[in-house]
């Protein structure tokens, strides 16, 4: 029996056994090349715009003016209306070439079907890690909403493991102003799973503020969700830390209001105030500044 040979074996499957010089009674699986104007782009391109997009295709079309195009885009026939060939991958480099000034481009020509334009153009960028976490993860529940496929199947499809898929789609739970955060490099991925142990949108957003305010790192995140799920104080040591640069602040507040030496401690269930002085006049001085009055 044959093997078994699917897209998750990615886009090997899909370049021509022949060598690009060796005769073809068709231009199916050969290369060619073919106007870069009667190409359009894939409407199921998973990958989303992003800043650094354009400055990336500037690079590659400079590369593109020097060497040329060095690996063939693949293409299928468009059915209806608009440009003869719809891209199924290789769209950097289609708009690259038409930024360096090409008018023609080495393309493949493949028959698939719209199930399959999705999937190669997914695996495609996934191979190259091009995709965001919330790319990917749109791109996943594209293929189980449009059809129907499970996480199973999308797995096996794109060579990763059910729970990868299934954390990756959990990132879209999150309300729109975390992933946009996400989106935009505001946190990471890290950032995002750790928000998604706390089961309300408004918890989620309010842990959101105190990593963009205070800088917190993953595991920060991550110890104090675990805080506000458990309901497990803050640990004595943590306390103690807070406590002593809290009494640092206010004994550098005091000594610049008294103009003297305070120093302030802090215990348990209180504390003290020492205030220094080193003649009558400066007790005098503390004396009015403290109470409003002479002593």
């Known amino acids: 029996m044959a093997p078994k040979i699917g897209l998750g074996r990615g886009l090997d499957a899909l370049l021509p056994a022949n060598p690009a010089g060796e005769a073809q009674a068709s231009t ?4 060619v090349e073919l106007p870069v104007h009667e190409i359009r782009a894939n409407p199921r391109q998973p990958r989303m715009a992003r800043g650094q ?63 399959e ?30 059809f129907g496929m499970t996480q199973e199947l999308v797995a096996d499809r794109v060579g990763k493991s059910r729970a990868a898929v299934a954390n990756a789609i959990r990132l879209l739970k999150l309300p729109g102003q975390i992933q946009a955060a996400l989106m935009q490099g505001e946190i990471t991925e890290g950032h995002a799973r750790a928000l998604l142990g706390l089961s309300s949108a408004a918890d989620q957003l309010a842990v959101l503020q105190e990593i963009r305010s205070r800088g917190l790192n993953v595991r920060q995140t991550e110890e104090l969700v675990r805080r506000m799920t458990s309901g497990t104080p803050r640990s004595k040591k943590i306390e103690r830390h807070e406590h002593w640069r809290e009494a640092r602040e206010y004994e550098a507040r005091l000594r610049e209001a008294l103009q003297t030496k305070v120093s302030l401690q802090r215990s348990r269930k209180g504390g003290r105030i020492v205030i220094e002085f080193y003649s009558d006049e400066e007790f005098q001085v503390l004396f009015e500044r403290l109470v409003g009055e002479s002593a």
Request: hydrophobic share 40%.
């Open 28 to 31: 199916q699986g050969s290369i």
């Open 53 to 115: 997009e354009a400055l990336n295709l500037e690079e590659l079309a400079a590369s593109i003016r020097e060497h040329g195009v060095l690996q063939p885009i693949i293409v299928t026939r468009t059915q209806g209306e608009g440009a003869p060939y719809t891209l199924i991958a290789g769209e950097r480099r289609w708009r690259a070439a038409q930024l360096a000034g090409l008018t023609h481009i080495p393309a493949i020509i493949k028959e698939v079907s719209s199930r």
């Open 117 to 146: 334009q999705l999937e190669l153009a997914l695996i495609e960028n996934i191979q190259r890690s091009d995709l965001s976490p919330l790319e990917e993860a749109n791109a996943y529940q594209q293929l189980i909403n449009e």
